[in-house]
């Protein structure tokens, strides 16, 4: 009875907080990448804050565009009273899915379905990576996927690569045949590579594996799914929950150890952080303050002394683009005060807001232009930067922002990962 | 590692300090709890009336000097010199509302003295240009121009089509943005020529344009260099395009002098030992991280700006829980007349560190307080507040 007094009134207590402590000065709008471009879009104070009030009583908006936010926390990040204002959008898609109020156009559940699924698009194309790719890259085969499915036959589609694998040395039965009883946990640590490192960039995987193992780490990769970041954003969110159900269950053994859980990919980590630790399963409890973005940790390993800084120098001068999913874990840029480490290296930071992928936002044929104009302003930004010989190209965690910064602006865009392999000189290495 | 400093507010004070320390070799965080207030503000600076505010006990213009308020403003035009100014001469800018208003320190471009000589203002109207209603704007001008005739000129622009279609206004930064491509820039340089062909030069023709900040933007500065009349342009309500403009402008400065910005997580609790701030400890996502510093700037704002909160029992300092003076009588009869509450903040020395604001005992040995926190002001009623913040801003940059 006292539940559906809560539930009639509206005052799921941490809701209604999180909602009163929005002060309606509109800074989350007025920075809102998406709402800039697209005029029908109202804004995340619109459609968060004000509308959560009448969500809460009972009455039910369900406004089509709620899809076009592209989750990329822009406006909890510029937020200064701390309101979770994507979360709210996130939950009213997922009220409105279970209402089924809205239905849009079959090809396109099609699609979010597929692209929600990235973890099953990865395994099919690295089956046959020159295959699939070769397929991909035909002009006829991208028409088709528009016309069938609305893929944007113009959007940056990455390459699939070698499936990223990783000799786990420390599986189950390698441990009771070493027998050598439990190793030391600060030794050991769980690598998330998410499925951008596993299917389509191995070998920046393989350069955060070498990295750790310089340091002295075992490095563990469970097989893990997908984080379920495209899952949310495409609007599953059961089967998001799912994924973390899973992970969870491979997590838990080694959380229990107090071993490290490092992400490289800025969403896998955001969503470890910040999602999973509000899943009911087993590891939940832990799973937050245990995960590390990967230069997070290297800082920290940093700040104990523990970082080995044999580098070798590494004349260049590098742009930095920090994506909106680092932004939104509150911990600074861990990866330019490591860069910064090395000697020779040179880094200037963008600045110029989301490059306007935001996951799989960009490829969708409805919004791949407002995908491009969202970005604009950092692609001037690099081909200015690169044109005035600022710097000589862009480093970024993400590997979406890294297609699209190359895609939008010509310029060649890695994982910083590779400027340490480098000064370790583990690059080419196996 | 240890920071040299760690300034808590991304503001303007907060900004020029963590500038101001990063010129002096140290390095230096920056941490946010979101936006700082620049992107509501409207980007022209006020100084106040030095003489007056000086005498005033307790004011932070009598605790930093008339030199490091003029200090102050030197520097600001030397880091961004698309600001104009001479000291103790107010320009006129346009409010939002075609109203002249005073200020010290101009983006190029709104200073609306050239409307004095005009006998014609042309008054460029962006359709669906939210928070912006010409006709208001023109009787406004009128009247305090009777020797001029205004002249409303409405201009579209294809690219906003759709916003027009479903009748939603067009923000002042998203037309400021539009103008600032290089496509933008042509389209209006198109409308001012055909523009032209109406206008009497005789008349000493002023164009007005609001929604757009060329001072923040070459191309479109170039573009308006070339109109054959003087161009004034209007300040804006938030999201102003100066204010963001100012914001960022800082922003990249402070970055490009190699400090680091935190934007978007607060400071959730600090760890205090003998007076002294070791560490802060920030709300990250999953869990907290500390960062420790030599000396700590407190820049959070006021009650705007939520570095203070106030309930029903108590007024509080957000990040250090330091005590506060707060006036006896909170509130004024005149609306826009003096209002006390508005001069709570922090009491503190002669080296912005915070006292106790009636024994005045020394509260802590390495933290620095700028901007709208200090106690003793009224950023309102004194139209100091790019002095104050500024000046000691400026101050705790030299302090770190």
């Known amino acids: 009875m006292e539940d559906q007094g809560k539930r009639v009134k509206g005052l799921d207590p941490a809701r209604a907080e999180n909602l009163d402590a929005c002060i309606k000065c509109g800074a989350c709008t007025a920075q809102c990448p998406v709402t800039a471009v697209y005029p029908l879009f109202p804004g995340p104070k619109s459609m968060g804050p004000d509308a959560e009030r009448l969500r809460l009583a009972g009455v039910a908006l369900t406004p089509d565009c709620l899809s076009y936010c592209t989750n990329c926390k822009t406006c909890e990040v510029t937020c ?55 397929v991909l890259r035909r ?40 027998g050598d009883g439990i190793p030391d946990p600060a030794a050991r640590i769980v690598y998330f590579p998410g499925c951008f490192i596993t299917y389509n960039d191995a ?26 970041v495209p899952l949310t954003t495409n609007g599953h969110f059961r089967e998001a929950v ?28 955001l969503a470890l952080k910040d999602d999973y630790p509000r899943v009911a399963a087993p590891g939940a409890e832990r799973v937050g303050a245990q995960t590390y973005d990967f230069f997070e940790f290297l800082w920290e390993l940093h700040n104990r002394g523990d970082l080995r800084e044999d580098f070798q120098a590494v004349p260049v ?27 020779g290296v040179k880094v200037l930071e963008l600045d110029a807001g989301c490059c306007g992928l935001s996951g799989s936002f960009g490829f969708k044929e409805e919004k791949y232009n407002l995908a491009q104009q969202i970005g604009s302003s950092l692609f001037s930004r690099v081909q200015t930067g690169m044109e005035e010989k600022k710097f000589q190209g862009v480093v970024t965690e993400c590997g979406g922002c890294q297609i699209q910064i190359a895609h939008g602006s010509g310029a060649e865009t890695v994982n910083p990962v590779w400027l340490l392999a480098e000064a370790y000189g583990l690059k080419g290495k196996s | ?174 037309y400021a943005k539009f103008w600032c491509t290089r496509q933008g820039a042509l389209t209006l340089q198109n409308l001012l020529q055909e523009t032209a062909l109406e206008v009497r030069s005789g008349l000493n023709p002023v164009m007005v344009i609001p929604g757009l900040s060329s001072a923040f933007c070459p191309g479109l500065a170039q573009t308006l260099d070339k109109a054959p009349w ?13 204010g963001q403009g100012l914001y960022e402008t800082l922003k990249e400065e402070f970055r490009a002098l190699g400090g680091e910005l935190l934007i978007g997580s607060g400071v959730g609790r600090v760890e205090i030992e003998s007076q002294a701030v070791r560490r802060v400890i920030v709300k990250s996502r999953g869990k907290e991280t500390a960062f420790a510093a030599r000396a700590f700037v407190l820049a959070t704002g006021g009650l705007f700006g939520r570095g203070i909160t106030v309930s029903p029992t108590e007024v509080r300092e957000a ?27 922090i009491a503190v020395d002669d080296r912005l560190r915070p006292r106790h604001p009636i024994s005045r005992e020394l509260l802590l040995t390495n933290v620095h307080v700028a901007g709208r926190m200090l106690a003793h002001w009224d950023p309102w009623l004194e139209r100091c507040g790019g002095g104050v913040s500024l000046a000691s801003g400026f101050l705790a940059g030299e302090l770190l």
């Open chain 1, 80 to 134: 200064p009273s701390g309101v979770r204002v994507t979360e709210m959008l996130l939950r009213a898609r997922e009220q409105e899915k279970e209402a089924k109020t809205r239905l849009t156009g079959r090809r396109r559940n099609v699609r979010d379905y597929i692209l929600g699924r990235a973890e099953h698009l990865g395994r099919l194309g690295t089956v046959w990576p020159a295959l699939t790719n070769a």
């Open chain 1, 139 to 178: 002009k006829t085969t991208r028409r088709l996927l528009e016309k069938s499915i609305g893929l944007s036959a113009r959007a940056p589609l990455p390459l699939y690569s070698q499936k990223f694998r990783h000799r786990d040395k420390s599986s189950p039965l390698r441990e009771l045949l070493r």
């Open chain 1, 203 to 228: 070998a920046t995987g393989q350069a955060v594996v070498k990295v750790l193992e310089h340091n002295g780490f075992e490095v563990i990769v469970p097989e893990f799914h997908c984080c379920g």
């Open chain 1, 242 to 269: 799912a994924n973390a159900v899973h992970n969870l269950a491979l997590l838990q053994p080694y959380l229990e150890e107090g071993i490290p859980v490092i992400a490289s990919c800025t969403s896998c980590g």
């Open chain 1, 317 to 343: 001068s590098l742009a930095y683009h920090a994506p909106c999913h680092l932004k939104a874990q509150g911990i600074g840029t861990p990866a330019v005060r490591i860069l910064r480490l090395i000697p």
């Open chain 2, 1 to 174: 590692m240890m920071w040299d400093g760690i300034i808590i507010g991304g503001g303007l004070a907060g900004l020029v300090a963590g500038i101001r320390a990063q010129e002096r070799g140290k390095q230096v965080l920056l941490i946010s709890e979101g936006a700082g207030s620049l992107t509501f503000a409207a980007g022209v600076l006020d100084f106040g009336r030095m003489e007056e505010l000086q005498a005033q006990e307790n004011h932070p213009y009598a605790l930093l000097g008339e030199q490091a308020v003029r200090d102050a403003f030197r520097y600001l035009i030397g880091l961004c010199p698309v600001y104009h100014g001479e000291w103790g001469r107010p320009q006129a800018v346009l409010t939002p509302l075609g109203m002249l208003r005073q200020a010290d320190l101009v983006p190029f471009r709104l200073d609306a003295s050239p409307l004095a000589g005009a006998r014609e203002i042309i008054l460029m109207a962006p359709e669906g240009l939210k928070d912006f209603f010409p006709e208001v704007v023109k009787t406004n001008l009128q009247k305090q121009f009777p020797g001029a005739a205004v002249r409303l000129q409405r201009l579209r622009v294809e690219e906003f089509t759709n916003w027009h279609r479903v009748g939603k206004p067009v923000p002042a930064t998203v």
């Open chain 2, 230 to 242: 003087p161009v004034v342009e209007v300040t804006s309500f938030p999201p102003s395009p100066a």
């Open chain 2, 319 to 345: 990040v250090f829980g330091l005590p506060l003076y707060v006036p006896a009588e909170w509130s004024g009869s005149a609306f826009l007349g003096e209002q006390p509450y508005a001069r709570t903040g």
